[in-house]
């Protein structure tokens, strides 16, 4: 059985930081794209960063460059988030996605992330 479970979310005042676990299982996690997907409350989907199969490949949404840091332990069959500075904008539901062509396409259950003074 698939498994992408998510852990690490919770409340951060902002300025501070916090970091995203993904622990997958079910499925070759290190011949998969992996991504990491918000949803902010009342709002679409919204990719914020991206990492190939061997981590030589990263990208980030423009807004959180600098601030988050996606890597991957192929070993561990988990992928990370570091979140810095982060502030009320961050404030969503990040799920972790695994991409593997259109048939192998994954998700998680999602963790709640609240920036809040």
């Known amino acids: 059985e698939v498994q992408l479970v998510e852990s690490g979310g919770g409340l951060v005042q902002p300025g501070g930081s916090l970091r995203l676990s993904c622990a997958a299982s079910?499925?070759?996690?290190?011949?998969?794209?992996m991504r990491w997907v918000r949803q902010a409350p009342g709002k679409g989907l919204e990719w914020v960063s991206s990492?190939?199969?061997?981590?030589?490949?990263?990208a980030y949404v423009d807004h959180v460059k600098g601030r988050f840091t996606i890597s991957r332990d192929n070993a561990k069959n988990t992928l990370y988030l570091q979140m810095n500075s982060l502030n009320v904008e961050d404030t969503a539901v990040y799920y972790c996605?695994?991409?593997?062509?259109?048939?192998?396409?994954?998700w998680g259950q999602g963790t709640q992330v609240t920036v809040s003074s």
């Open positions: 996605e695994a991409v593997a062509g259109p048939s192998y396409d994954y």
């Open positions: 079910g499925f070759t996690f290190s011949n998969y794209f």
């Open positions: 990492i190939s199969s061997g981590s030589g490949s990263t």
